[in-house]
């Protein structure tokens, strides 16, 4: 959510924003946040991505003239917008980087990773809880956990995962998704996420993924085909799955690498540039 005074400081930008738009065919609003700016753009043709799962839909939201969504999951939450849902892109070409963790010298067993921010949403916790479990069904397995907090949010909470035993952590890395092609299998527990845009990057470097089935995770997630969805808050699950998955890494790994093009930046772009020409000739 937003911090408090925000709704004030949206309405003091509102003259800027005025200036700013003046000579513009189109004003495209990325984001709840600059969602604020609508009602000083009164006249102007306006575009609201929304990228979020919102509780309440503010009136003002309807002054657009299109409002984009990042899965059919957000658009849900916004009813009488008429969203046109446009999935997060992906770089379809996975560049390659060393792996961010040593290597094993044990003789390179399979990887399990999460990466992503360590807080409660994102239920890194629960990939920790479910490694005893993994570690038993597949002797040398590694479990990792790549990621941070960046705010600082919950310290406690992050202090517990990278304290756990059995599991590696590494710090937050500059390309996310170049540490794909190092996973076996990508987890996702999250107990909420707008698209899960991880997801489409660790199939588009043909790594099948285990995530949760909340929100928009299973419009990424072809469920016992390119991964397995499972309840959120389930460690037991999860373990299961990922075991599942790994055994099944070359198939799914396949599978997977062929749904990520739909994810693909050429096709975002065409479907943004066209609904932002629909608008702007309203």
């Not at 984001?31 to 509780?55: K, S």
């Not at 705010?151 to 517990?160: E, F, K, L, M, S």
Request: glycine share 10%; proline share 8%.
């Amino acid at each position: 959510g937003l911090d408090r005074g925000a709704g004030a400081r949206a309405v003091l930008s509102w003259p800027r924003a005025r200036r700013l738009a003046r000579d513009a065919d189109l004003v495209y609003l990325n984001g709840t946040v600059c969602g604020r700016l609508l009602p000083a753009l009164r006249g102007r043709r306006t575009v609201l991505h929304v990228h979020d799962m919102v509780d309440r839909v503010p009136r003002h939201w309807s002054r657009a003239d299109a409002v984009l969504a990042d899965s059919e999951a957000v658009a849900r939450r916004l009813p009488g917008l008429d969203a046109h849902v446009v999935y997060c892109p992906v770089e379809l070409d996975v560049p390659d980087a060393p792996a961010p963790w040593p290597e094993d010298g044990a003789g390179g067993g399979p990887v399990v990773g999460f990466v992503g921010r360590l807080e409660p949403r994102k239920g890194p916790l629960d990939l920790v809880e479910a490694a005893p479990a993994i570690r038993a069904g597949v002797p040398g397995v590694r479990v990792v956990i790549v990621g941070d907090d960046p705010y600082a949010g919950d310290p406690g909470y992050v202090r517990h995962v990278k304290a756990a035993d059995g599991v590696e952590h590494v710090p937050w890395v500059a390309d996310g998704a170049a540490v794909m092609r190092h996973l076996d299998v990508l987890v996702a527990p999250s107990r909420q996420e707008p698209f899960g845009t991880v997801l489409a990057e660790a199939m588009a470097a043909g790594t099948p993924v285990v995530a949760t089935r909340v929100d928009g995770l299973p419009e990424v997630v072809a469920d016992g085909e390119t991964g397995r969805l499972v309840s959120p808050g389930r460690p037991d699950q999860l373990a299961a799955a990922v075991l599942e998955v790994l055994g099944r890494r070359e198939e799914m790994g396949a599978a997977a690498r062929e749904r990520a093009q739909r994810f693909g930046a050429d096709a975002y772009a065409d479907r943004v540039e066209a609904i932002l020409r629909t608008a702007a000739a309203r």
